[in-house]
């Protein structure tokens, strides 16, 4: 039985509609942990929600995931320019996937996203090496988990249908 049918090209179940509000709201939980590494920045855990959200919902679906995923971070920062910054990330992730392996999709959506992290977030009141470590965290970051996404996405899809 579908609850909704052909939203963002996709029918949707009930199984289907709770993972995607999962996924977007999963991510301000996942933003709140940040892990050190041994290389000097810190690891983000947020990127695999809003990744697995455009693989399986396509570019609304990311972006979905990207907005709302990203309002506690916003909010625990003081910089709303994340949310659109993640929206950029989710919503370019789902319209490359299409084109492309996970991880080409996703180092494409990160470069489109780049430009605007860069600048809001020096525009947010973050000195320069601290947008120069984000840049740096969110790269090897988003490689991770997008990885991570392209190994497990076809089986939690099918867990939807």
């Known amino acids: 039985m579908q609850l909704y049918k052909n939203i963002f090209g996709i029918n949707f179940s009930y199984r289907s509609a709770l993972l995607l509000a999962f996924l977007a709201l999963f991510p301000n939980l996942l933003g709140l942990i940040v892990l050190p590494t041994p290389f000097g920045f810190k ?25 709302a995923g990203s309002v506690f971070t916003a909010i ?19 319209v490359f996937v299409k084109r492309t392996h996970v991880v080409f999709a996703v180092l494409a959506a990160f470069a489109i996203q780049l430009p605007w ?26 490689v991770v988990w997008a990885g991570v996404a392209a190994l497990i996405y076809k089986r939690i899809g099918k867990l939807i249908q």
């Open 117 to 142: 992290l860069y600048y809001t977030d020096l525009l947010a009141g973050m000195p320069l090496p601290a947008v120069q470590s984000a840049v740096v965290a969110l790269s090897f970051s988003n």
């Open 76 to 94: 625990a920062l003081n910089n709303p320019f994340i949310m659109g910054g993640n929206v950029i990330l989710g919503f370019f992730t789902g």
């Open 43 to 67: 690891f983000h855990l947020f990127q695999i929600a809003v990744f697995l959200a455009a693989l399986l919902y396509g570019k609304w679906g990311g972006a979905m995931a990207g907005a």
